[in-house]
């Protein structure tokens, strides 16, 4: 795949947030491992949720910006991208090379989808607005919620695992636009 300047700030952005997964492995082991889809999709509706109450209010009381709540957003839909496949357990059962093999392969299928469908709509995602890319997040999670009480279910829609990675590449586009940080 070559690399271009979208793919280069789309690695840039989920370098981020693969080292903070690891230092959280680190810390944490993978605690995560025992969250059901439900509770991942909660967690991610949280940040989803910060993110934009963060671009309606002045006055923010704590001291974290857009940024870090989008890398939630995209470790906590890698983590249950992985949860998907691996199922859900009752003890953490993953070490750090373990996890890292699996977060790297589901980023790669996020990435070729990105690249599949950043062809097909021209980078047209360069000309929205952070909030319009916030307010697509949270309807994907709405829809994913919807998917869960019907048991995973869908007669003419993607399934959830599509709508994790669009909401990985949708906050990756928001990373970007806001501007790439170390």
């Not at 957003?73 to 991208?81: E, F, K, Q, S, T």
């Not at 990756?172 to 790439?180: R, S």
Request: glycine share 4%; with cysteine; charged share 25%.
């Amino acid at each position: 795949m070559e690399e271009t300047n979208t793919i280069k700030q789309y690695n840039a952005v989920i370098g981020q947030c693969r080292s903070l997964f690891i230092n959280k492995m680190k810390d944490y082991g993978s605690a995560w491992r025992i969250l059901r889809l439900p509770s991942l999709t909660d967690q991610i509706y949280i940040k989803a949720q910060r993110i934009r109450g963060l671009q309606e209010n002045a006055v923010h009381l704590i001291d974290e910006d857009e940024r870090a709540e989008f890398i939630g957003i995209i470790n906590y839909a890698l983590m249950a991208l992985i949860q998907i496949d691996k199922g859900i357990t009752t003890v953490p059962d993953l070490d750090l090379d373990e996890a890292l093999a699996l977060y790297d392969a589901k980023v790669e299928e996020a990435r070729s989808l990105m690249v599949a469908k950043n062809h097909d709509y021209g980078e047209v995602w360069r000309e929205m607005r952070v909030s319009s890319l916030t307010d697509i997040i949270l309807q994907k999670l709405l829809r994913v919620k919807q998917i869960e009480d019907n048991e995973g279910k869908t007669l003419v829609s993607e399934g959830i695992d599509a709508n994790y990675q669009d909401m990985i590449n949708y906050a990756v586009f928001a990373m970007i636009l806001l501007g790439i940080r170390d």
